[in-house]
């Protein structure tokens, strides 16, 4: 069995972390049924150019796994660590809207607690079972074959990206809210990049993703209320901006997570919350139905 993270961290969003079942309590309708909304969304020209912005994401997306594939070809360890690295910021924006093609997002991105057996089920794949196979094992040959797979199912995201279907207001929204909870509720606490230790990365990227998303619905956020979205701009400049001593000018790399002490991890959960909340507030002003609250 495959766990839906994003259906998990909406229980955790409203207050505690219940059975995979309770996430219908939460939904305020199926997936299925928010796709079909599209039809009528009233913010289909902002779907429209968020959408714009993922797909050329992906298409930059695809030479860097495809360099990942030749630095592990290569038998250099060093050499496939740092293409890792440059692999992951890509992905780690785009995943803002992975309820839209859950299976291709498990197959990149999934790690092992969302697998049945964990690291023993072959299902396991993607950017995670390279981290381990080359950060904690040290085993380049093994991670060939992950890499090949890899490329493939970005191959995939491109075309699920094309299904114009399968994206709405509602759904992407409940995208960046449950994205920017992830930060804060599972991927700081429970170590995102445990052996890469490049967490701090993956945190950026996933703020860089959902502002891109927001950023089409600005103009009408101001329209209805200019507090709440000077509010969203705001709290993602400041999420940004406490990230920012951990980065080198032109480094894609961050300072090891690990080397942050307690109180510089609870810095970035105080402003990734911030932002979170901002982001429920606006899609109640744009009268967005959604699944989180504040």
Not at 22 to 27: E, K, Q
Not at 134 to 158: C, D, F, H, Q
Not at 260 to 273: A, C, E, P, T
């Amino acid at each position: 069995m495959t766990i839906n993270r994003r259906k998990i961290l909406q229980i955790a969003a409203v207050g505690g972390l219940g059975t995979l079942a309770a996430s219908s309590l939460i939904r305020p309708g199926s997936s299925k049924e928010l796709i079909a909304a599209a039809g009528r969304d009233p913010y289909a020209a902002e779907v429209d150019q968020g959408l714009r912005y993922f797909r050329q994401q992906a298409q930059v997306q695809l030479p860097l796994v495809e360099d990942l594939v030749k630095a592990i070809r290569s038998g250099n360890l060093e050499n496939a660590k740092d293409a890792y690295v440059k692999a992951r910021p890509p992905y780690e924006q785009i995943e803002t809207y992975a309820a839209s093609f859950e299976e291709t997002d498990r197959d990149i991105d999934a790690r092992p607690s969302a697998f049945d057996g964990g690291e023993d089920n072959p299902e396991f794949k993607g950017f995670h079972r390279i981290e381990v196979l080359l950060y904690r094992e040290g085993n380049v040959k093994a991670a060939l074959p992950y890499a090949k797979e890899l490329v493939e199912s970005v191959k995939t995201l491109i075309k699920d990206l094309d299904q114009r279907q399968n994206f709405n207001s509602t759904l992407n929204f409940e995208g960046m809210i449950a994205l920017a909870t992830e930060v804060v509720a599972k991927k700081i606490c429970g170590e995102e990049e445990t052996w890469s230790d490049q967490s701090l990365l993956i945190f950026s990227d996933n703020w860089i993703g959902i502002f891109s998303q927001y950023a089409p619905y600005s103009a009408k956020v101001a329209d209805k209320d200019p507090s709440v979205n000077e509010e969203v701009k705001a709290a993602y400049k400041a999420a940004k901006g406490k990230l920012k001593p951990y980065f080198t000018q032109g480094e894609v790399a961050a300072q090891p997570y690990s080397s942050l002490d307690i109180s510089q991890r609870k810095d970035i959960v105080d402003v990734g919350y911030r932002f979170r909340r901002a982001l429920v507030r606006a899609a109640k002003v744009l009268e967005i139905p959604v699944g989180f609250e504040v």
